[in-house]
């Protein structure tokens, strides 16, 4: 395969230019984005503070809760202060290798809140459709041995993507990566070379996260409900349709963002380009921002806790 003389040999700097179209609002957008970030960190702060210190919450869905929250804080704290620093400071370089970081982050970080998700929905449909046998399946060492699986499941998959573009792809048409930040598409379309192994490879590790994982919470769910359904008690339904009630909206808020994200970058050539980059920067951003806000809002006990905790603080 013959490779033009216009491309760049193995480039040690790119560059992120943000949200093309929009550079003049480019700043107000990253006030947007900021308030959301330090929502996002207070929230998953506040949510992990009580769960840790409240004894009453270490069961494996505060558990769960609480891995969420740090998945939440670490995804978006590798996001958004590269992207403040392109929207308000014009720091757009970034070193090649600093770049794959970022991107193996911003991945295994989604992989595992994807992987958290399932595993709230396995507890809850152990917990709605089995009672009796809850605490003897959901251990504390299953707890801990879902959250090594999820967390290696995550990395393993991933690694791949990132190992195909540092050895494989040499040649690049340009250094310009038209994102706010190093996402995975964005990258490997910047090569000269054939990058169809590296397509194959990002729908694969897609479609055995996220494919999976929604179909295992799909039938979780159906078969909550059926059992939901079922229960003599209206008192009963609603209690047990309230404890998934959360869990409900955060997953299709992620999976509904994630989706048209991950298509549009694929398939829509013909969406404007920076309505897929504020997608994909939204669907990265509002999972952390809202989650907590969720959890506080429809989980009784979280909330409880944190009436305390803010109660306290005003009599002091």
């Given at each position: 395969?013959?490779?033009?003389?216009?491309t760049i040999?193995?480039?040690?700097v790119?560059?992120?230019?943000?949200?093309?179209?929009l550079?003049?609002?480019?700043?107000?957008?990253?006030i947007?984005?900021?308030?959301?970030?330090?929502?996002?960190?207070?929230?998953?702060?506040?949510?992990?503070?009580?769960?840790?210190?409240?004894?009453?919450?270490?069961?494996?869905?505060y558990?769960?809760?609480?891995?969420?929250?740090?998945t939440?804080?670490a995804l978006s704290?590798?996001?958004v202060p590269k992207?403040?620093?392109?929207?308000?400071f014009?720091v757009t370089?970034i070193?090649?290798?600093?770049?794959?970081?970022?991107?193996?982050?911003?991945?295994?970080?989604?992989c595992?809140e994807?992987?958290?998700?399932?595993?709230?929905?396995?507890d809850?449909?152990?917990?709605i459709?089995y009672?009796l046998r809850?605490?003897?399946?959901?251990?504390?060492q299953?707890?801990?041995q879902?959250?090594?699986?999820?967390?290696?499941r995550?990395?393993?998959?991933?690694?791949?993507?990132l190992?195909?573009?540092k050895f494989?792809?040499?040649?690049?048409h340009?250094?310009?990566?038209?994102?706010?930040?190093?996402?995975h598409?964005?990258?490997?379309?910047?090569?000269?070379?054939?990058i169809?192994?590296?397509?194959?490879?990002?729908?694969?590790?897609?479609?055995?996260v996220?494919?999976l994982?929604i179909?295992?919470?799909?039938?979780?769910?159906i078969?909550?409900?059926?059992?939901?359904?079922?229960?003599?008690?209206?008192?009963?339904?609603?209690?047990?349709?309230?404890?998934c009630?959360?869990?409900?909206?955060?997953?299709?808020q992620?999976?509904?963002?994630?989706?048209?994200?991950?298509?549009?970058?694929?398939?829509g050539?013909?969406?404007?380009?920076?309505?897929?980059?504020?997608?994909?920067?939204?669907y990265?951003?509002v999972?952390p921002?809202?989650n907590?806000?969720?959890?506080?809002?429809?989980t009784?006990?979280?909330r409880?806790h944190?009436?305390?905790?803010?109660?306290?603080?005003?009599l002091?």
């Amino acid at each position: 395969m013959s490779i033009s003389n216009v491309t760049i040999f193995m480039p040690s700097v790119l560059t992120l230019i943000g949200i093309p179209g929009l550079e003049s609002v480019q700043c107000w957008i990253g006030i947007l984005f900021c308030a959301m970030y330090l929502i996002a960190m207070i929230g998953n702060s506040l949510l992990l503070i009580i769960i840790i210190s409240e004894h009453s919450l270490h069961q494996p869905m505060y558990i769960f809760l609480g891995m969420l929250g740090v998945t939440d804080i670490a995804l978006s704290t590798s996001i958004v202060p590269k992207m403040l620093g392109i929207f308000w400071f014009h720091v757009t370089e970034i070193y090649f290798d600093s770049c794959l970081l970022q991107m193996w982050l911003i991945h295994t970080f989604q992989c595992t809140e994807s992987g958290i998700l399932l595993a709230m929905a396995l507890d809850r449909y152990v917990a709605i459709c089995y009672p009796l046998r809850h605490a003897a399946v959901f251990s504390h060492q299953l707890v801990t041995q879902i959250a090594a699986m999820v967390t290696l499941r995550a990395a393993v998959l991933v690694t791949p993507c990132l190992i195909l573009i540092k050895f494989r792809l040499q040649f690049y048409h340009t250094t310009v990566i038209s994102h706010s930040y190093c996402e995975h598409m964005a990258v490997v379309k910047l090569a000269a070379e054939n990058i169809r192994v590296n397509k194959i490879c990002g729908l694969f590790v897609a479609f055995t996260v996220a494919g999976l994982d929604i179909v295992l919470i799909t039938l979780s769910y159906i078969q909550i409900f059926i059992t939901v359904f079922r229960l003599p008690q209206k008192e009963a339904r609603l209690k047990a349709f309230n404890t998934c009630v959360a869990h409900i909206c955060v997953f299709l808020q992620f999976y509904s963002l994630g989706f048209f994200s991950f298509f549009a970058h694929r398939f829509g050539s013909h969406i404007p380009p920076y309505i897929h980059i504020l997608f994909s920067s939204t669907y990265l951003l509002v999972p952390p921002f809202l989650n907590p806000l969720v959890y506080g809002a429809k989980t009784k006990q979280i909330r409880v806790h944190m009436i305390k905790i803010f109660c306290s603080k005003n009599l002091l």
